[in-house]
């Protein structure tokens, strides 16, 4: 096991999330992110989101949102090494950081994927299906260029925004903390890589209108 850095933990005193750079820390490289980037130019689809949103949505906008999406079948094909990262080397590595034991999802497809939102694009508040979720930002974002992670934690005064560093990981309670990402104001876009844990002492499920919802019933996602 390797001797890990102090994780930086946002909040005091709570266990997630948890924050540290993949890139600063060695596991892994500049060179990821690009290929992270390129993948997504080639195997990200557009999706729309209205209509007949999942019980885990937590608004109704106004318009429909729009987004693109890459599912974890292209990702694994296109680049087996951040399968590796998701399903071996960062459950090992929270471990290390919070004594959590966290497994990866068994559901291919949608334990991890690759999020792209253009310029004046958001995504709506909700929870996940699964009860962690991991977070890797390909790209960087400052304030003024919108794109912040909003966690609403239960009993806090407003939400917690953390802004998007590439090659940050971020890990946080996504079942029982609602969340959304505000709109991007940048043409640079932002593009996340989401994955979905579980810990060990849980059953996994996955909802298939969740998939329908996000994938948008697309056979080629």
Known sequence: MADYPTAARPIV???????VNLVEIGLISNQDLLDLTSCSRRMCREVVLNASP???????PD???TYRIASGDAITEEIPRIYRLYAEELPELVKAYTGISIVP???????????LLSQGERYEMHVD??????LLYANSLSKADGGALRLYY???????DIQPVAGDFL????RWVPHEVSTVLTSEGRLSLP???FLDTDIESRPEHLDRYLFGGSSHL
């Open 154 to 160: 239960p009993g806090s005064e407003g939400p917690f």
């Open 171 to 174: 890990l946080y309670d996504a």
């Open 105 to 115: 999802s068994k559901f291919r497809r949608s334990a991890i994927t690759l999020n």
């Open 54 to 60: 999942p019980d885990s949505t937590m608004e109704t």
């Open 195 to 197: 994955m979905n844990y």
């Open 129 to 134: 299906s699964n009860s962690v979720t991991g």
């Open 13 to 19: 005193g709570h266990p997630l999330p948890v924050r």
């Open 63 to 65: 318009s429909p949102l």
